[in-house]
């Protein structure tokens, strides 16, 4: 009796062994620590219906709600049918048959909740032309324009007051700590004061680059540039877009810039393909990581304007954006061209919300552009139209 | 190895239980007592509270804005008669803004009054900060750390090592520690995401926007001016709106808030959706979504002084 009782014990435990085998299979990989949790969570809730044990595992092993999806999966092929290979212990009531269903349609409405974001990027692989990018070694002229980039950036960066204090000879606020302690030695007489101040910091950038096809010459150099950026500032956020949104600011961290290009190859699979812009910034703003990205930050958004899709949604994405940051600046290929006119349909409509059109095709223009980055923090919001102009009555 | 172990403690498992389990309420008694609150709570959430509870982890909750994160740790420590100690997270927030301050302006003058240095680390000197209070009360706190993605990441790496030993050392005073430790909540917004050691050392829970049968449940017990079938109706509407692309999608706050603001206007006599249409500024927060959520939703649609 007794030992037949431990067999059905093993048999149990293996089970939830299995279980949570198959789950770091699945990507959900939970530590010592978590498992122990889980554990003791089954041993102290006795769950009698799949419903309990569910919520047991879930609360247990999952770590955020990106795994919820792969959990449930594998959980429903552990003990979807039904069967809890726990026995209940002597005296509890037989499980109650709504309680899976609830379980269940909890489970399915969190699916609802999220679903609209997750199957966003699906859609456009219909005439998506996947193809990874390759770029040729940066030449020395190249490498030198991205040193200059560099210093150019760290010396031109818009700078904001850092919210903590820190000790510094002058300041907005006592350091009494340091005050006290000096008063201490010198038998509780105040001989300096001693301060504290918010210094400054780099404002965050965020840097949205086109890689789509009609960028084809100058994304190389583009992609470049976020790399010398990446490197001077401490926080910022690179995403490409082309027909889908892709962050590369971890690929881009690397040391030297052509393995940094090499290492986005495996990452942004829309090369040279087609561009929808406003779908891009849509899925970029729908998801509140991203905006935080945005958030305060100067906004620079490297692309020609060009899309293929819908121009209002660029134009409530541009909007939205603008509404967010602290300054948003568009660096145009076209915009090379003295003669150049934001006249297409989506860049008409977004220029308004822009604090700077500039033109940027290769690396030289984008020192100049980043060169002129102080004054448009020193101008009024929203100017591009007054500047444009000025180019057009010359 | 683990597993081994634990296995084979599993079903004779009196002494793995941790001892605290004795006070802490059954999920039945939570999920009553929580309701006596007025809150309203799922399976996973009690669950989690449970667990939480009975294993000594912090409880680490996510969900969009107002689904009632902040609100679930207020209710829990009103029903286990604990103390609610809240620490609202903030970019740039750090140890002493945590943690404790000395009283300079006292110990300056008790300085200059001649103390000994000794004494200028007393009680009387120390100020209390959210986490050495939670520390120093230990289970008799509820400590709510708030919006945690709001702080940076140097914060968060000291949360870490405060929530895996619940102790506090004060070099001119020694380590404080929390004999049995409180009940953390820790809630986040997902504007950042957080380190996968922090995760590791907490349960997890979503809390997803309610069901309709819940949140109409929900807006009967806040929103008392509002009969059943008034309930399902801005349920109904919410749903639809909530199916729409938005900027903010809205939660269960800005329903119940939705709900007596249109209760209120219907009690001046205004006719039923249109009152829907003029408070429908609680609900949305951004004038494209209010836009965006008329043209969509037939409810919505009357024109604003139209009745019935």
Same mark, same amino acid.
């Given at each position: 009796?007794?030992?037949?009782?431990?067999?059905?014990?093993?048999?149990?435990?293996?089970?939830?062994?299995? *279980?949570?085998?198959?789950?770091?299979?699945?990507?959900?990989?939970?530590?010592?620590q978590k498992q122990v949790d889980f554990l003791r969570a089954v041993a102290?809730?006795?769950?009698?219906?799949?419903?309990?044990?569910?919520?047991?595992?879930?609360?247990?092993?999952?770590?955020?709600?990106?795994?919820?999806?792969?959990?449930?999966?594998? *959980?429903?092929?552990?003990?979807?049918?039904?069967?809890?290979?726990?026995?209940?212990?002597?005296?509890?009531?037989?499980?109650?048959?709504?309680?899976?269903?609830?379980?269940?349609?909890?489970?399915?409405?969190?699916?609802?909740?999220?679903?609209?974001?997750?199957?966003?990027?699906?859609?456009?692989?219909?005439?998506?032309?996947?193809?990874?990018?390759? *770029?040729?070694?940066?030449?020395?002229? &190249?490498?030198?324009?991205? $040193?200059?980039?560099?210093?150019?950036?760290?010396?031109?960066?818009?700078?904001?007051?850092?919210?903590?204090?820190?000790?510094?000879?002058?300041?907005?606020?006592?350091?009494?700590?340091?005050?006290?302690?000096?008063?201490?030695?010198?038998?509780?007489?105040?001989?300096?004061?001693?301060?504290?101040?918010?210094?400054?910091?780099?404002? &965050?950038?965020?840097?949205?680059?086109?890689?789509?096809?009609?960028?084809?010459?100058?994304?190389?150099?583009?992609?470049?540039? $976020?790399?010398?950026?990446?490197?001077?500032?401490? &926080?910022?956020?690179?995403?490409?877009?082309?027909?889908?949104?892709?962050?590369?600011?971890?690929?881009?961290?690397?040391?030297?810039?052509?393995?940094?290009?090499?290492?986005?190859?495996?990452?942004?699979?829309?090369?040279?393909?087609?561009?929808?812009?406003?779908?891009?910034?849509?899925? *970029?703003?729908?998801?509140?990581?991203?905006?935080? $990205?945005?958030?305060?930050?100067?906004v620079l958004i490297l692309s020609d304007g060009l899309e293929r899709g819908?121009?209002?949604?660029?134009?409530?994405?541009?909007? &939205?954006?603008?509404?967010?940051?602290?300054?948003?600046?568009?660096?145009?290929?076209?915009?090379?061209?003295?003669?150049?006119?934001?006249?297409?349909?989506?860049?008409?409509?977004?220029?308004?919300?822009?604090?700077d059109l500039v033109g940027v095709c290769d690396l030289a223009s984008a020192?100049?552009?980043?060169?002129?980055?102080?004054?448009?923090?020193?101008?009024?919001?929203?100017?591009?139209?007054?500047?444009?102009?000025?180019?057009?009555?010359? | 190895? #683990?597993?081994?172990? !634990?296995?084979? %403690?599993?079903?004779?498992?009196?002494?793995?239980?941790?001892?605290?389990?004795?006070?802490?309420?059954?999920?039945?008694?939570?999920?009553?007592?929580?309701?006596?609150?007025?809150?309203?709570?799922?399976?996973?959430?009690?669950? +989690?509270?449970?667990?939480?509870?009975?294993?000594?982890?912090?409880?680490?909750?996510?969900?969009?804005?107002?689904?009632?994160?902040?609100?679930?740790?207020?209710?829990?420590?009103?029903?286990?008669?604990?103390?609610?100690?809240?620490?609202?997270?903030?970019?740039?927030?750090? +140890?002493?803004?945590?943690?404790?301050?000395?009283?300079?302006? /006292?110990?300056?003058?008790? #300085?200059?009054?001649?103390?000994? #240095?000794?004494?200028?680390? +007393?009680?009387?000197?120390?100020?209390?900060?959210?986490?050495?209070?939670?520390?120093?009360?230990?289970?008799?706190?509820?400590?709510?750390?708030?919006?945690?993605?709001?702080?940076?990441?140097?914060?968060?790496?000291?949360?870490?090592?405060?929530?895996?030993?619940?102790?506090?050392?004060?070099?001119?005073?020694?380590?404080?520690?929390?004999?049995?430790?409180?009940?953390?909540? !820790?809630?986040?917004?997902?504007?950042?995401?957080?380190?996968?050691?922090?995760? /590791?050392?907490?349960?997890?829970?979503?809390?997803?926007? =309610?069901?309709?049968?819940?949140?109409?449940?929900?807006?009967?017990?806040?929103?008392?001016?509002?009969?059943?079938?008034?309930?399902? +109706?801005?349920?109904?509407?919410?749903?639809?709106?909530?199916?729409? /692309?938005?900027?903010?999608? =809205?939660?269960? %706050?800005?329903?119940?808030?939705?709900?007596?603001?249109?209760?209120?206007?219907?009690?001046?006599?205004?006719?039923?959706?249109?009152?829907? /249409?003029?408070?429908?500024?609680?609900?949305?927060?951004?004038?494209?979504? !209010?836009?965006?959520?008329? %043209?969509?939703?037939?409810?919505?649609?009357?024109?604003?002084?139209?009745?019935?």
């Amino acid at each position: 009796m007794r030992t037949a009782a431990r067999q059905v014990e093993h048999l149990a435990v293996e089970h939830l062994q299995g *279980f949570v085998t198959a789950l770091a299979r699945a990507g959900v990989v939970p530590g010592v620590q978590k498992q122990v949790d889980f554990l003791r969570a089954v041993a102290l809730l006795r769950p009698c219906s799949p419903s309990e044990l569910y919520w047991a595992a879930r609360v247990t092993l999952v770590r955020a709600l990106e795994e919820v999806e792969a959990f449930d999966s594998v *959980f429903a092929a552990w003990f979807g049918d039904g069967l809890v290979p726990l026995a209940p212990p002597v005296g509890r009531p037989a499980p109650r048959l709504t309680a899976s269903r609830r379980g269940r349609v909890v489970a399915s409405a969190e699916g609802d909740a999220t679903g609209r974001r997750k199957d966003a990027g699906h859609e456009a692989s219909v005439d998506e032309v996947r193809s990874s990018c390759a *770029f040729p070694a940066t030449s020395i002229a &190249r490498r030198r324009l991205l $040193a200059e980039a560099e210093a150019a950036l760290s010396e031109e960066l818009p700078t904001e007051r850092a919210r903590r204090h820190r000790p510094a000879r002058h300041g907005e606020r006592l350091d009494l700590r340091r005050v006290l302690s000096a008063a201490g030695r010198s038998g509780g007489e105040v001989v300096r004061l001693q301060w504290r101040d918010r210094l400054l910091r780099p404002r &965050r950038v965020l840097l949205l680059v086109d890689v789509s096809a009609s960028l084809r010459q100058s994304s190389g150099d583009a992609l470049r540039f $976020a790399h010398a950026l990446v490197r001077t500032v401490p &926080r910022c956020e690179v995403y490409t877009f082309g027909t889908r949104l892709t962050r590369v600011t971890r690929q881009l961290a690397k040391r030297d810039v052509d393995a940094a290009l090499d290492g986005l190859a495996d990452v942004v699979l829309d090369v040279n393909g087609g561009t929808r812009i406003g779908r891009a910034l849509e899925e *970029f703003l729908a998801d509140a990581r991203h905006t935080a $990205a945005a958030r305060d930050a100067l906004v620079l958004i490297l692309s020609d304007g060009l899309e293929r899709g819908d121009p209002g949604a660029m134009a409530a994405a541009v909007k &939205r954006l603008a509404r967010l940051s602290h300054r948003v600046v568009w660096w145009s290929p076209l915009a090379c061209d003295v003669s150049y006119q934001p006249l297409t349909r989506g860049m008409a409509e977004v220029v308004g919300d822009l604090d700077d059109l500039v033109g940027v095709c290769d690396l030289a223009s984008a020192v100049d552009a980043v060169r002129r980055l102080p004054a448009v923090e020193a101008g009024p919001r929203r100017s591009v139209p007054a500047t444009r102009l000025t180019v057009d009555t010359k | 190895m #683990v597993w081994l172990a !634990v296995s084979m %403690a599993l079903y004779n498992c009196d002494h793995i239980a941790s001892p605290m389990a004795d006070d802490v309420p059954s999920p039945e008694q939570l999920r009553e007592g929580l309701l006596r609150q007025r809150y309203f709570a799922d399976d996973g959430i009690i669950t +989690a509270v449970y667990l939480a509870l009975v294993l000594g982890r912090p409880l680490l909750v996510e969900g969009e804005p107002g689904v009632g994160k902040t609100e679930l740790a207020r209710s829990l420590a009103e029903l286990l008669g604990r103390e609610l100690v809240r620490l609202q997270c903030y970019e740039g927030l750090d +140890a002493a803004q945590a943690l404790y301050e000395w009283n300079y302006p /006292r110990q300056l003058l008790s #300085v200059r009054a001649g103390d000994q #240095v000794g004494n200028l680390y +007393a009680d009387e000197f120390l100020l209390e900060r959210p986490l050495l209070r939670a520390v120093r009360s230990g289970d008799r706190a509820v400590l709510l750390i708030d919006e945690v993605d709001r702080s940076d990441s140097e914060f968060e790496a000291f949360l870490l090592e405060f929530l895996d030993a619940f102790q506090i050392t004060i070099p001119e005073r020694g380590t404080v520690r929390a004999d049995k430790p409180p009940l953390v909540i !820790v809630t986040s917004n997902r504007t950042r995401e957080l380190h996968d050691a922090f995760k /590791r050392r907490c349960m997890y829970h979503w809390i997803p926007f =309610p069901e309709p049968e819940r949140e109409r449940e929900i807006i009967r017990a806040h929103a008392p001016g509002v009969d059943e079938a008034a309930a399902r +109706a801005l349920v109904e509407a919410v749903m639809a709106v909530r199916s729409l /692309r938005l900027v903010k999608r =809205p939660g269960t %706050a800005e329903t119940i808030d939705w709900a007596r603001g249109v209760s209120a206007l219907v009690q001046q006599g205004h006719a039923w959706p249109d009152a829907l /249409r003029r408070s429908l500024g609680l609900l949305l927060k951004e004038q494209d979504d !209010v836009e965006t959520a008329v %043209a969509e939703i037939q409810v919505l649609r009357i024109a604003p002084g139209g009745r019935l």
